[in-house]
T-cell receptor
């Protein structure tokens, strides 16, 4: 079945550091890929998405590129801020049925 | 501001009780979903619905049922609550051909 594997957390970085959160997947066909973010005390919000190979999703300074050859969708940001502290979830939809499979989440803490 | 509203933020129930978790969306979305979120396990799909009076089992439906009598409302029912159902429950909705889910803020349920 479909699955998403994220790097283990928690991740702690200093402000303005470079961020990478790894995400790899197993799925049938050609899935759509997503990153969601959950700020403390809130529900999840869509951060970015990519629907086909080599697409790059971007939002709020975050980027992720759909790599079919490595089945990966790593999240990156060049300079993180304290306000980026949250839990980040990678997810996929492999059958176009609008039903998402999520990874376990990666907790990110940015210290000033 | 469009939203998904979950009726309770925190809930404490006794073992064996019948528990209702309510979710209402105001975006006229066709699709609605119930997930539970547990540390280290990410989000797991319990039930979902693509239309009124329609429901389908997700990955972990045991011990749960759902009701969708109106398009905007999707209720999750714990028939006889057990301590292993202590969790954060997240409701989400999306439109067909969606641009991502919209999540509620979650209900943290404790079964004692």
């Amino acid at each position: 079945g479909d699955s998403v594997t994220q790097m283990e957390g928690p991740v702690t970085l200093s402000e303005e550091a470079f961020l990478t959160i790894n995400c790899t997947y197993t799925a049938t066909g050609y899935p759509s890929l997503f990153w969601y973010v959950q700020y403390p005390g809130e529900g999840l919000q869509l951060l970015l998405k990519a629907t086909k190979a080599d697409d790059k999703g971007s939002n709020k300074g975050f980027e992720a590129t759909y790599r079919k050859e490595t089945t990966s969708f790593h999240l990156e940001k060049g300079s993180v801020q304290v306000s980026d502290s949250a839990v980040y979830f990678c997810a996929l939809d492999s059958r176009g049925n609008e039903k998402l499979t999520f990874g376990t989440g990666t907790r990110l803490t940015i210290i000033p | 501001d469009v939203k998904v509203t979950q009726s309770s933020r925190y809930l404490v129930k006794r073992t064996g009780e019948k528990v209702f978790l309510e979710c209402v969306q105001d975006m006229d979305h066709e699709n609605m979903f119930w997930y539970r979120q547990d540390p280290g396990l990410g989000l797991r799909l319990i039930y979902f619905s693509y239309d009124v009076k329609m429901k389908e089992k997700g990955d972990i439906p045991e011990g749960y049922s759902v009701s969708r009598e109106k398009k905007e409302r999707f209720s999750l029912i714990l028939e006889s609550a057990s301590t292993n159902q202590t969790s954060m429950y997240l409701c989400a909705s999306s439109s067909r051909g969606y641009e991502g889910y919209t999540f509620g803020s979650g209900t943290r349920l404790t079964v004692v």
